[in-house]
C-alpha cells in the first residue's frame, strides 16, 4: 500500500537552532513529494516541491528538502528557525501509479519554536 | 484571477440538517478535489472529480455527495449532518502537465455540526 508517514508528530526547536522535519514514503512508483505549511487558523501553503528533477530543493522561506530514493524519504530542513515558523507541517505526495492524480497527506508535524 | 473560492467561510449545523459548500476554481484546472482536515489526521480526500463529468470515491466519502457542476465549480454536500462531519473543509484543484504539477487550495469551510 502507498502511504506516507511524518514520523514525529511534534518537534520542539529554539529560534536560530536547525529544523528538521521526518517524512518517509512506502511506494514501488516514482512519486512527487511536497511540503506545506499551514499557520494556526489559516490555509495550506505550498513550501517546496520535488517533482523528478534536482533531487534537492529548495523552497520559500529558507527551507530545503532531499529526496532520497534508496532512503524513500524527504526530510525538510531549515539551517535556523525564526519564531514565525512555529506552524504545522505537511508531507504530501503523489504516486505515477495514480497518474499523480489523487494526494496522500501525512498526519502533520507542529513545529514549536521558542525564543 | 481569484484561484480557489470556497463559500462559506464558516457554518454551523444541527444535527440531521442538510448544506452544501461551494467550491471554484478560475485557473481552468479539469481536476478539483475535496478535503476533509481533523486533528492529528492530516487532509484526507473525500471525493474528486479529474475532469468535467467524472467523480469518484476518496477516502473518506460516506455521508457525502459531489456534484462536478462544470468545469469551474465542484460542490461537496452533506444530506444529513452528524457531529463527526464536524471539520474543516478544503477544496482544492489541480494541473498536471509534462513537466509541472501544481495544486491550489482554497482557504477553507470550518464547519460545526451540535
Known amino acids: 500500500a502507498q502511504s506516507v508517514t511524518q514520523l514525529d508528530s511534534h518537534v520542539s526547536v529554539s529560534e536560530g537552532t536547525p529544523v528538521l522535519l521526518r517524512c518517509n514514503y512506502s511506494?514501488?512508483?516514482?512519486?512527487?513529494l511536497f511540503w506545506y505549511v499551514q499557520h494556526p487558523n489559516k490555509g495550506l501553503q505550498l513550501l517546496l516541491k520535488y517533482t523528478s528533477a534536482a533531487t534537492l530543493v529548495k523552497g520559500i522561506n529558507g527551507f530545503e528538502a532531499e529526496f532520497k530514493k534508496s532512503e524513500t524519504s524527504f526530510h525538510l530542513t531549515k539551517p535556523s528557525a525564526h519564531m514565525s515558523d512555529a506552524a504545522e507541517y505537511f508531507c504530501v505526495v503523489t504516486f505515477e501509479d495514480s497518474g499523480y492524480s489523487t494526494l496522500t497527506f501525512g498526519k502533520g508535524t507542529m513545529l514549536l519554536v521558542s525564543p | 484571477n481569484a484561484g480557489v473560492t470556497q463559500t462559506p467561510k464558516f457554518q454551523v449545523l444541527k444535527t440531521g440538517q442538510s448544506m452544501t459548500l461551494q467550491c471554484a476554481q478560475d485557473m481552468n484546472h479539469n481536476s478539483m478535489y475535496w478535503y476533509r482536515q481533523d486533528p492529528g489526521m492530516g487532509l484526507r480526500l473525500i471525493y474528486y472529480?479529474?475532469?468535467?463529468?467524472?467523480?469518484d470515491k476518496g477516502e473518506v466519502p460516506n455521508g457525502y455527495n459531489v456534484s462536478r457542476l462544470n468545469k469551474r465549480e465542484f460542490s461537496l454536500r452533506l444530506e444529513s449532518a452528524a457531529p463527526s462531519q464536524t471539520s474543516v473543509y478544503f477544496c482544492a484543484s489541480i494541473i498536471i502537465e509534462e513537466s509541472s504539477y501544481e495544486q491550489y487550495f482554497g482557504p477553507g469551510t470550518r464547519l460545526t455540526v451540535t
Open positions: 511506494s514501488s512508483y516514482s512519486p512527487s
Open positions: 472529480s479529474a475532469s468535467e463529468g467524472t467523480t
